[in-house]
């Protein structure tokens, strides 16, 4: 039995202003967090939500995941773009080549994303939300794929990638060099069992599969604190 990806994480210092920009830009629904936050809902049935909670810690380099959005042309893409930036967005450099088709911006907290260029096959029918691009390992990919029960849509080249069996977004992992950690990830993902799971049964099979548990002194009943094998953090919940 897998748990499955409950929800996508934002740390933010305005929870509810970053959550305005992101649902005016993605067209989504906003609901109140039992977290204390605000929380995008899914857009169909292979969807995640997308989570917005406080934090008092600024935004320190660059984050080690972003969003990929898809574009059907030019005109769409240059729209996503116009979008983002009367919502708050702006331009932000990477290191990007000026050859490149994508276009990396910033929501209003920093957090960087990219609008990518129509004919992307990788991300086709992936729909708007076409990637969450993490810089990873190959062996972190290998553990969500297990985790998740997501089989493995790209594997070469030490780059992973996974994808729910319906579809929907895909989740890629770039390989070395991985970049330098800048203090705590501002992303993070939240799991759950299924329904008729159990919390502490999924803990375990996580940490078989090369997990860690780091909630020692700050965790609660209904949240536990891990690691995946490349020290990024998750939340495991209870059944949902």
């Not at 609901?31 to 406080?54: E, M, N, Q, S």
């Not at 996580?206 to 548990?213: D, E, P, Q, W």
């Amino acid at each position: 039995m897998t748990c499955q990806l409950f929800a996508i994480n934002f740390e933010a210092g305005r929870p509810a202003g970053l959550a305005r920009f992101w649902s005016g830009l993605l067209g989504r629904e906003s609901t109140d967090d039992p977290a204390g936050g605000v929380a995008l809902l899914p857009a169909g049935d292979t969807g995640f939500r997308i989570g917005f909670l406080p934090t008092r810690q600024p935004k320190l380099g660059q984050n080690r995941m972003h969003f990929d959005l898809t574009s059907t042309s030019p005109q769409d893409q240059r729209q996503t773009v116009a979008r983002a930036l009367e919502l708050g967005g702006r331009h932000t450099d990477v290191g990007q080549r000026p050859e490149e088709g994508h276009v990396v911006l910033a929501d209003p907290e920093g957090n960087e994303f990219c609008v990518i260029e129509p004919g992307n096959d990788f991300l086709a029918g992936c729909g708007l939300v076409g990637a969450l691009a993490c810089d990873g390992s190959r062996e972190v990919g290998y553990f969500w794929s297990a985790a998740l029960g997501w089989p493995l849509v790209w594997d070469q080249d030490q780059e992973t990638a996974i994808q729910s069996p319906h579809g929907g977004t895909k989740i890629t992992w770039g390989g070395p060099p991985l970049m330098p950690w800048t203090g705590r990830q501002r992303l993070h993902f939240d799991v759950a069992p299924p329904r008729d799971g159990d919390q502490r049964a999924e803990v375990d099979r996580l940490l078989s599969l090369g997990a860690t548990r780091i909630d020692a002194g700050r965790g609660d009943a209904d949240r536990v604190v891990m690691a995946d094998p490349d020290g990024n953090e998750f939340r495991v919940l209870t059944p949902r």
